[in-house]
């Protein structure tokens, strides 16, 4: 959690007291917030049951239960930190809008 802070000082992070309140700001139903967090939430229970069992390609190889980012190719395996979707009205948040940059190198 010190990276979070770290960046939420520097302005590149934002912190939000619950999910509630991140979702005011985002101007998105807190369902739907929910919603995704439940579906990634039964996935990483899926995949902990059945690591290889998954439908979908996982990155780097073998099989997951995340359907989200199994139907990319590229699913993801692990799953850390993760918040059961009826959980999220009242839990925090650390955010960070990540953009696509262009790293110039010289050499």
Known sequence: IWHCKHYTG?????????GEDLCKE???PL???????QIHYEASV???KDPEGGPFPAYPSGKT?????????????FFHNVIDGS????????????TPVIH????
């Open 46 to 48: 899926k995949q902990a």
């Open 10 to 18: 520097r302005g590149v992070m934002k912190f939000y007291k619950t």
């Open 87 to 98: 959980k999220v009205k009242t839990e925090p948040f650390y955010v960070a809008i990540i």
């Open 31 to 37: 369902a739907t917030l929910e919603a995704a967090h």
């Open 104 to 107: 110039y190198c010289m050499g």
């Open 26 to 28: 985002m101007n998105v």
């Open 65 to 77: 239960w995340d359907e989200p980012s199994g139907k990319t190719g590229v699913g993801k395996k």
